[in-house]
Every structure is written in C-alpha cells, then in structure tokens.
C-alpha cells in the first residue's frame, strides 16, 4: 500500500525567498510520484514526476524535486518565491501500474510582498 | 482538447435528496478516478476505473454512493440519500492509460447538502 505525509499544512515565505515544502512517503514497490498544485477554484494541476529516470526533477515554473529513496523523501523546492506561486501544493505517490495515485493532504503556500 | 468536464459547477441540496455528479473525461483517456476533497481529510480516492471497469471502490464512503462509468466518455457518481457530510467538492480526473503518467483534473463540482 502506498501513503503520503506532507509536513506542515500552511508554509509562509516572502518573495524572493526559498520555498520548501516536504513530503514523505511510504510505498511497498518502487514509487512513481508527484507534485501537484491547485489554484483557488480550479482543479489539480502536474508540476512534475518522478519516475525513476533521475532523482533531480524539474518541473514547471521553477519547481524541482529530488528523490531520496534513503529518507523516502520527494521535498519540492523552488529557489526564489514569486507571488503568483501562492497555491495548494499537494504530493502524490502510485504504486504498480494502473493503480490510482493516492495524495497527501497538501500543503497551502502564502508569499508576501 | 477540452480538457475533463465537470457538471454541475455548484449543487445545492437538501439533506435526503438524491444527488448526481457527471463527468466526461478526455477523448481516448482509459482511466477515470474521482476524488472528494474537504478542508479536514484533504483529497480522498473514491473510485477509480480502467476501460470502463471498477478497479478499486474502497474509497466509497458508504452504500449511499455509486459510481458508474457506462461508456468511455461518461461517468456518474451519486449519492442517495445526501447527508450535510457528503459536503465537499469532487473532482474527476482521467488518464491515458494503466501507465503512471499524469492525471488531468476537472475543475470538480462544489457540492453543498443542507
């Protein structure tokens, strides 16, 4: 069975300021996982994967992530915080193919001026 | 592409009624999921098929949800009778195929049972 943690619900930076947001999972087979964001009023949206090509993921707007199979980690980070990154970031973990991706319970990112 | 379509964009009901929540998923897209997301339990699995078929309904809250997907490019899940509970927003979402490739969210439906 596969699980997520994501640590700490509300994460506030300032902008121009580093953004880390954690997450940990648990997975009884090599995991697939993911970054996810969602706007106000709008569905889910990918940021970036992993899937076992490279432990460094790059993603959209910025975004990476690196896999660390020994703290069964996929921390997202982004080096400088722009105002429009405020959002809910959610983390995701799958399993064997063709089962469904299971999600943490996100974390809401705020960025002042 | 226009992308997974979610309708109602709001409902609004009273407890006991019966409630219908439809979606049509991307075009060639083999997989369609739904998920329910509330402020205290995040984003929750319900329901997930592959070509048409339930794979894993462990998610269903209870029997007074029912999900069906009667073609490939429709899917339901309803909810009968509707609790205050039940409130919540449910998002579709649909995926090419078995492979772990990226879901393609709906912009759900905001569901309020008074």
């Known amino acids: 069975a596969q699980s997520v943690t994501q640590l700490g619900s509300h994460v506030s930076v300032s902008e121009g300021a580093l953004v880390l947001l954690r997450c940990n999972y648990s997975s009884s087979v090599p995991p697939y996982l993911f970054w996810y964001v969602q706007y106000p009023n709008q569905g889910l949206q990918l940021l970036l994967k992993y899937t076992s090509a490279a432990t460094l993921v790059k993603g959209i707007n910025g975004f990476e992530a690196e896999f660390k199979k020994s703290e069964t980690s996929f921390h997202l980070t982004k080096p400088s915080a722009h105002m429009s990154d405020a959002a809910e970031y959610f983390c995701a973990v799958s399993g064997e193919a063709g089962t469904a991706l299971i999600f943490g319970k996100g974390t809401t990112l705020s960025v002042s001026s | ?114």
């Open chain 2, 1 to 114: 592409d226009a992308g997974v379509i979610q309708s109602p964009r709001h409902e609004v009901t009273e407890m006991g009624q019966e409630v219908t929540l439809r979606c049509k998923p991307i075009s060639g897209h083999n997989s369609l999921f739904w998920y329910r997301q509330t402020m205290m339990r995040g984003l929750e699995l319900l329901i997930y098929f592959n070509n048409n078929v339930p794979i894993d309904d462990s998610g269903m809250p209870e029997d007074r949800f029912s999900a069906k997907m009667p073609n490939a490019s429709f899917s339901t899940l309803k909810i009968q009778p509707s609790e205050p509970r039940d409130s919540a927003v449910y998002f579709c979402a649909s995926r090419p195929g078995p492979q772990n490739e990226k879901l393609f969210f709906g912009s759900g439906t905001q569901l309020s049972v008074l």
